[in-house]
């Protein structure tokens, strides 16, 4: 349990991690690993677990059996994302400029974000 929540660390696969992101896709997962192993980072990712529905807490709260529910909008499976440095933040490590791809440049906020596909670090955030 972290101190607060701007530090998550937990047990991933029995390894004490710091929690990089949770509930992410699959294409996320396979950016972020790739980016914190070049960055000689220990990469652990686990299943998240499935979305608790709301109409089950509510069914349950009234005393009634939970009502089946069809699977015919099946979610996308989703995973957690951690390092074994427990000391890893991922906004200190974006916003300090401690993060490198793997063409040298610093890793900014919307690449981080996956929003742009190059990092341009010309400018730092706060000029």
């Known amino acids: 349990m972290a101190i607060n929540q701007n530090h998550p660390f937990e047990e991933l696969d029995g390894v004490k991690c710091a929690v990089v992101e949770r509930n992410v896709t699959s294409e996320r997962v ?14 652990v990712v686990i299943p998240s677990p499935p ?8 069914a349950a709260a009234d005393g009634e059996p939970a009502p089946e529910t069809p699977t015919s909008n099946p979610q996308p499976p989703t995973y957690t994302i951690g390092v074994t440095d427990v000391t890893f933040n991922s906004v200190n490590a974006v916003y300090g400029r401690l993060l490198r791809t793997k063409d040298g440049h610093v890793v900014t906020r919307d690449y981080w974000l996956q929003k742009e596909t190059v990092s341009l670090d010309d400018v730092p955030y706060y000029e």
């Open 30 to 43: 396979e950016f972020l690993r790739t980016l914190l192993e070049h960055n000689k980072f220990q990469v």
């Open 51 to 58: 979305p608790k529905a709301a109409a089950k807490s509510a």
